[in-house]
Nanobody, 121 residues
Framework: QVQLVESGGGLVQAGGSLRLSCAASGSISSIDGMGWYRQAPGKQRELVAAITSGGNTNYADSVKDRFTISRDNAKNTVYLQMNSLKPEDTAVYYC???????????????WGQGTQVTVSS
């Protein structure tokens, strides 16, 4: 099996910074794409940022130039550096990881447990 453990959420004032981490462990041949999603109360889950195995990145317009996604392939970990946080960034943040497993190298998608990010005005 595969486990994803998120950390780094919390309460911060507007303009502050937080860094989220998501580490994958277990039966892993390799990691494909990795990403971060968020879900605010009463809203649908939305993609925040994603990074491919080759390091290409993609961001939601609302976080461009403020958030940076990165990965450490040796540690099977994805990070989200969040700067200049705004109250509208308040949400539960989930990591999403594509894990390649088995001799047939099938990619399975896993979700983290979610971490709360609260930005006060």
């Amino acid at each position: 099996q595969v486990q994803l453990v998120e950390s780094g959420g919390g309460l911060v004032q507007a303009g502050g910074s937080l860094r989220l981490s998501c580490a994958a462990s277990g039966s892993i041949s390799s990691i494909d794409g990795m990403g971060w999603y968020r879900q605010a109360p009463g809203k649908q889950r939305e993609l925040v940022a994603a990074i491919t195995s080759g390091g290409n990145t993609n961001y939601a317009d609302s976080v461009k130039d403020r958030f940076t996604i990165s990965r450490d392939n040796a540690k099977n970990t994805v990070y989200l550096q969040m700067n200049s946080l705004k109250p509208e960034d308040t949400a539960v943040y989930y990591c999403n990881v594509g894990v390649v497993r088995g001799s047939f190298r099938v990619t399975y998608t896993y979700w983290g447990q979610g971490t709360q990010v609260t930005v006060s005005s």
